[in-house]
């Protein structure tokens, strides 16, 4: 129930709430999701490529795309390199703003937690 209310709170938060929801899909962290660039994904395999610099471990990373995954990509809006983003070279999607507008919606829904989630 408390991944459906995060994920129904994640709706209409633009860049932010679809960093979220991918990092739900996908179980990466978040500062590997905040900064994911549209090189790093082949559509056609559904694939997101992570060079050593990027991840924690210091290696390279494939991380396979469900048809989930790759819709939430796709919903992004191509405004630079970064796939969530609010403008042409930042990365980070407004992760403070974005977490407090969630937070304030997970509220507000608790009443709502019976409901499917979309």
Known sequence: MEICAIW?????LGAFGRAFKLMLATGQRRSEVGKMTWAEIDR???????????????RAHEVPLSALAMSIIEKSPKLGDFIFS??????????????????????????HLGQACA
């Not at 129904?8 to 209409?12: K, L």
């Not at 490529?49 to 210091?58: P, V």
């Open 44 to 58: 056609k395999q559904m694939v997101w490529t992570l060079g050593r610099e990027r991840t924690k471990a210091d």
């Open 86 to 111: 609010n403008g042409p070279q930042r990365a980070g999607a407004g992760r403070r703003n974005g977490q407090t507008r969630r937070h304030k919606r997970m509220v507000e829904g608790e009443k």
């Open 8 to 12: 129904q709170a994640c709706g209409d």
